[in-house]
Each structure stands twice: as structure tokens, then as C-alpha cells.
């Protein structure tokens, strides 16, 4: 199957319902209401820094797409929608246009529609196995380029690989890897998962390579739902896809995880579906949070600006509500955990 079809396929995919699986656990938390929160809700600042860049809310755009006219156009959209709203962007995975530099500019308008605000570029862990030392090398520094970006981000996808029916589940040497990439990238990486969360001990052995860890937990977006749709031919991919969808670590619990053995930027990912979400996981421990999918879907309908404003009203009530005048001060506020997630911090003897 084309790559280009198959690009096509994961953005009408992940706009449909079945590629929505399981919670993220952020009913989970509960943010405790301040009846006296002393502050005006025109004082609440949402300004921050995305890795040291100022930027005007603690969220952004997630890792989509790229690599096909339709693709192209959404990149567009939501670049300009990020310039708009001084918020970061990052792309979808580069490598199609590394491969096929004729469609390199289904990135290059992220750089021309949102000049101003932190760009993010993206390849993926099978690309980091296959590729040799210099070629590797070479990949990251085009994939900046082309996009003029303030970071890269690299994405662990296995469990997305294994069942997806041109998939590459090769992780061999990644560790090892991604310090050549952050070399070559002479600017911070990010290290993402895609839907199914990171654990505490991936996190430590991160430490000291990443410069971010972006969760992209279990909760949101399911990539094997996703290519368990897809997949026609082959009955065992499918029913791996079936069994599997269920696989991964809650959101809200990754980022306990990661927190608990991590001292890096930490972003927040997966199943985030509106700014009260994105409060919860910035006092759960993370610095920064993006959304993905609800934002392909209102781009895909014309709505996107809509849904921003809407992100930013919510992540703004939230924080007056408790009291928090700025996103350092949310990260404090009191909170009551649910039977769930209690035990899973008491089992994994994490601290959040
Ligand atoms: C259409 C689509 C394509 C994606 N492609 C990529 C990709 O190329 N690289 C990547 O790192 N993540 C990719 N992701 C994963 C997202 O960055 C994110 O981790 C995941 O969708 C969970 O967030 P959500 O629940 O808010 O959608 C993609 C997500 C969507 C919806």
C-alpha cells in the first residue's frame, strides 16, 4: 500500500470515533474549588516557556501530519492558527519527504504560516534503527530545515508497528541513537510516545538524552485501533489490533510516571480533550500539554480558531477557579486523586 494513502487513511481514521479508545484517567483527578480564589479571572496569565521559548499558553499543537495535498493544507491551517495564538506546532513524521522531496512542502508551509512560534520536527524510532550514523545525521538536520524547527522530536511508536500492516517493529539500538540525533540536532529533543504512555523506567533511562519526554499516553488517539481498521488482508494483524487497542498507560498515570524518575521538561499527551484536561495534567506534574486529534477534527471542519479560543477559556477557568494566577502556580494547587489512580501511584511507588 502507498505511503501516501496510507497518510490519507490515518487523518479520515483518527477523525472518526473509532479511533478514540479507553480514558486517559483525568476523571481521575479532581482540582479542589477555591470559593475565595482572590484573584480577578482578567489576572489569570497563561504565558510560559516551551523549552526556554516564550510562547503564550502552556499548549500546542500536536504531532499529526504531512506528505499529502490534503495533508499540506491541514499543516497550513493549523500553522496559521498557531502564529495566530502564539502557540507551539509540531509536524507528523518527516520521513515521507525525505524520501520524496517532491512533497516537502507539505512541511515547508508550517515555516511560512507561523514563522514566529516554536516549530517542532519529527521522525520516528524505526527510522533511527535503519539508518547508519551519518545518514541518520543528515535526515535530522534536512528534517530542521525544513520546517525552521526549535526542536525535534523523535516518537516510539512499537506498539503502532507491530500491528500496522507495513509496520517496522525494529527498536534495536534506539537508545543509542537518539544521542546522535540530539548531536545533530544541536537544539533540545523530544523523546514522544504516540497513545500508549511512558513508564518511570523508560523515563530514568532517558535522563540525561531527552530534553523533553512527551507521555503520549493511553487515552486518546489509538494507533492500533487505527491500523486495526486499516488492516484488509491479514486476519492475525487485525485481531492483534483487537486485542491490543486496549494496551498502554493512562495519560494521567504516565505522567506520574515519568515526574517520579525525571528531572527534564515534561510534556503531556494523549487523550486530552479540553483545557480543564490540560489543567489537570499540568498540576499532576507536566510543564506544557498538547492536543492532537481534536484539533485535526475542528481543522477538517472548519472550526479550529473556535476550539482554540474554546482550550484557552477552559484552561483559564480552571486555573481561576483554584486560584492559580499563572501556570507555575497551577502545578501547586490541591487536588484529590480516584481510587485508580491512587493505586497506581501505591503500586509503583511514584510520587505525584
Ligand atoms: C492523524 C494523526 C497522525 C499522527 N501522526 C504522528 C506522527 O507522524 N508522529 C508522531 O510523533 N505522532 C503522530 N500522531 C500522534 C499524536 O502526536 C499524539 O501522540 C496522539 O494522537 C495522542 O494525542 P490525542 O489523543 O490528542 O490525539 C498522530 C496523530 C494523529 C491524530
Redesign the pocket.
Known amino acids: 500500500m502507498g505511503i501516501d494513502k496510507r497518510k490519507d487513511d490515518?487523518?479520515y481514521?483518527?477523525?472518526s470515533e473509532l479511533?478514540?479508545i479507553g480514558s486517559?484517567w483525568f476523571e481521575e483527578v479532581i482540582l479542589i474549588h477555591n470559593a475565595l480564589p482572590e484573584i480577578d479571572f482578567s489576572e489569570v496569565d497563561l504565558t510560559t516557556r516551551f523549552l526556554g521559548a516564550p510562547v503564550k499558553a502552556p499548549f500546542g499543537i500536536?504531532?499529526?501530519?504531512?506528505g499529502t495535498e490534503l495533508a499540506g493544507k491541514i499543516n497550513a491551517e493549523l500553522a496559521k492558527a498557531a502564529e495566530e495564538f502564539g502557540i507551539p506546532i509540531?509536524?507528523?513524521?518527516q520521513r515521507i519527504a525525505l524520501v520524496k522531496p517532491e512533497v516537502k512542502w507539505t512541511f515547508e508551509v508550517v515555516k511560512q504560516n507561523a514563522p514566529h512560534v516554536p516549530k517542532v520536527a519529527?521522525l520516528?524510532a524505526p527510522q533511527l534503527a535503519e539508518l547508519g550514523e551519518r545518514e541518520l545525521e543528515e535526515w535530522v538536520v534536512q528534517a530542521i530545515d525544513m520546517i525552521d524547527a526549535y526542536a525535534i522530536?523523535i516518537?516510539l511508536?512499537a506498539a503502532q508497528e507491530v500491528v500496522q500492516p507495513e509496520g517496522e517493529p525494529r527498536f534495536k539500538g534506539v537508545l543509542e541513537k537518539l544521542k546522535i540525533v540530539k548531536r545533530a540536532a544541536g537544539r533540545p529533543l523530544i523523546v514522544?510516545?504516540?497513545?500508549n504512555g511512558i513508564s518511570k523506567e523508560v523515563a530514568a533511562r532517558l535522563s540525561g538524552i531527552a530534553d523533553a519526554i512527551?507521555v503520549?499516553?493511553f487515552?486518546?488517539?489509538s494507533?492500533v485501533a487505527i491500523e486495526g481498521a486499516r488492516t484488509k488482508e491479514s486476519p492475525l494483524q487485525k485481531r492483534l489490533a483487537e486485542t491490543y487497542k486496549w494496551w498502554g498507560i493512562p495519560t494521567a498515570a504516565s505522567i506520574c510516571e515519568v515526574k517520579s524518575a525525571y528531572a527534564g521538561y515534561l510534556i503531556a499527551?494523549?487523550?486530552?480533550?479540553s483545557g480543564l484536561d490540560g489543567a489537570k495534567a499540568i498540576a499532576l506534574g507536566a510543564n506544557f500539554f498538547?492536543?492532537?486529534?481534536?484539533?485535526?477534527k475542528a481543522a477538517l471542519d472548519g472550526r479550529l480558531r473556535e476550539e482554540i479560543a474554546m482550550i484557552i477559556a477552559e484552561l483559564k477557568t480552571a486555573m481561576f477557579l483554584t486560584g492559580a494566577r499563572t501556570v507555575q502556580e497551577l502545578a501547586l494547587v490541591p487536588r484529590v486523586y480516584g481510587p485508580r489512580l491512587r493505586n497506581w501511584i501505591e503500586q509503583r511507588r511514584l510520587t505525584c
Request: charged share 10%.
Open positions: 490515518h487523518i481514521l483518527a477523525s479511533s478514540q486517559a500536536g504531532a499529526m501530519t504531512g509540531y509536524v507528523g513524521s519529527n520516528g522530536a516518537h511508536n514522544k510516545e504516540t497513545g512527551d503520549g499516553g487515552g486518546g488517539t494507533f499527551s494523549g487523550g486530552i480533550r498538547t492536543m492532537s486529534q481534536p484539533l485535526l
